[in-house]
């Protein structure tokens, strides 16, 4: 079982709040993501990180934001909470592999905005 | 952009009985990659296949990989209580990252 953890598990907040959801692994692979998932749906890239000060946008617009400032640790930023981010944040992050790395997931993050 | 699509999008089973969930790209793929999540859980990696043609087992569950590298499936024979889940594929793209089919969520009746 890999080593990544997210927190906190379960958030429930109102409009407008600023939240973070952190995510840290101690595995020491530079490749990092998010994703979100609605429930029963596919999972939407929307950041990912290939190491220290790398950020990029995924393929799914969110008006999230992520830091890279160490190789463990890839928190993501809402300024501020609207129901639309109703949804759950998965954190993962691979070990280089041919052609496409093996990702490994965190236990997730489920967020309902009020 | 690359779409990977998964059939069917739920699948009732009876225990004991064999089932088989597809996964279909419009582009061909690098590589296709399986993940299990378990009700209330994290998806958690099954396998990978590469080359066109590729079949793999592990246990009670064939992975095939398709000729045209587009379309991939997992059968699964003797379904147990334990199958129990939503199985995603997902496909590697040429920006190195991976597409995300909907998932096939599994029941299944003792």
């Known amino acids: 079982e890999a080593d990544i953890y997210q927190t906190p598990r379960y958030l429930v907040i109102g409009t407008g709040k600023k939240i973070t959801l952190e995510c840290s692994q101690t595995m020491g692979h530079d490749k990092m993501y998010w994703y979100q998932q609605d429930p029963g749906m596919e999972l939407h890239l929307i950041h990912y990180s290939y190491g220290v000060n790398s950020t990029e946008k995924g393929d799914l617009s969110s008006e999230s934001t992520v830091s890279r400032i160490r190789t463990e640790h890839f928190p993501l930023t809402l300024e501020s909470a609207r129901p639309s981010h109703t949804s759950q944040y998965l954190c993962a992050s691979s070990e280089q592999g041919q052609p496409t790395d093996t990702q490994y997931f965190g236990p997730g993050t489920r967020l309902t905005v009020l | 952009g690359q779409q990977v699509m998964q059939i069917p999008q739920y699948q009732h089973v009876q225990e004991g009985e064999d089932f088989t969930t597809y996964c279909n790209s419009s582009?061909?793929?690098?590589?296709i990659q399986w993940y299990k999540q378990r009700p209330g859980g994290h998806p958690v990696f099954l396998i990978q296949l590469v080359k066109s043609g590729e079949v793999k087992k592990q246990k009670r569950l064939t992975f095939q990989f398709g000729e045209a590298k587009k379309n991939s499936s997992l059968h699964i024979t003797a379904t147990q209580t334990t199958d129990v889940g939503t199985y995603f594929c997902?496909?590697?793209?040429?920006?190195?990252?991976?597409?995300f089919g909907a998932g096939t969520t599994v029941t299944v009746r003792a």
């Open positions: 997902a496909g590697g793209r040429n920006d190195y990252k991976l597409s």
């Open positions: 582009t061909t793929l690098s590589n």
